[in-house]
């Protein structure tokens, strides 16, 4: 029996941005699972797995439910030992770094250019929630975070950090993809679905890292849709 991984959706439910979302799939693919994508809204928690929980992305694995990208990974090892996503405890701990560059760096630089464009891409249901919830987060309107001087430039500059590794080796995780990978890969989703505009150029060893990345498990991320 497939899981079942809980994900976001826009209108078009086959645009599905949420970083934490591709964070697991990618785990799931690495991992060689089926799971059978349940798509939930922004809003409308009923019909999340857990209610009161109210986030996703959340795993149903029979009787069992894992909450969280980063509960589900270490899940996903323990439960399913083939194929890890960290093999020693210095994968793990690269990939708490690359977690930790993404909140404190990445996502604070990206965040301003995207949400008004998820707002607008979101179901008219939802809408109210999304811009309510973000503008308690930011403390600010979608339009003043849009608007705000600079955040191409703080993106770019965050992903400096990417590049000697990526000068050096094929992968975050050396030779071949691992949890950090992934980690960092199911964020840069977030933009890649969110517009079809590129928001930010990387550096050339990011940039073609992030081709192969694309071109893993058969191009599944790179066969992605995106709004036109």
């Known amino acids: 029996m497939a899981l079942k991984l809980y994900d976001l959706a826009l209108a078009d439910p086959d645009i599905r941005p949420s970083p934490f979302c591709w964070m697991v799939k990618f785990a799931l693919l690495h991992k060689a699972l089926e799971f059978e994508p349940i798509l939930v809204g922004f809003a409308d928690k ?107 430039e703080k993106t770019e500059a965050s992903l400096q950090i990417l590049s000697a590794p990526l000068g050096r080796y094929r992968f975050l995780g050396g030779d071949a993809p691992n949890l950090c990978d992934y980690i960092v890969m199911g964020a840069f989703m977030w933009p890649r679905l969110s517009t079809a505009e590129d928001i930010y150029e990387a550096p050339q060893s990011v940039a073609a890292w992030f081709e192969r990345m694309l071109d893993l498990f058969d191009g599944y991320a790179r066969n992605a849709k995106r709004p036109s």
């Open 46 to 152: 009923t019909k999340y797995p857990d209610p009161e929980y109210g986030r996703i992305p959340v795993i149903v694995d029979g009787e069992e439910m894992v909450k969280d990208s980063a509960a589900i990974m270490a899940w996903l090892d323990k439960t399913y030992p083939e194929n890890p996503l960290v093999a020693t405890q210095g994968e793990a701990a690269a990939a708490e770094f690359y977690r930790s560059w993404l909140f404190s760096s990445f996502f604070p630089a990206v965040s301003p250019m995207l949400v008004s464009r998820i707002h607008a891409l979101a179901a008219e249901d939802d809408k109210p929630y999304f811009r309510a919830s973000r503008e308690e987060r930011f403390g600010k309107t979608l339009e003043e975070l849009a608007a705000l001087p600079g955040q191409k």
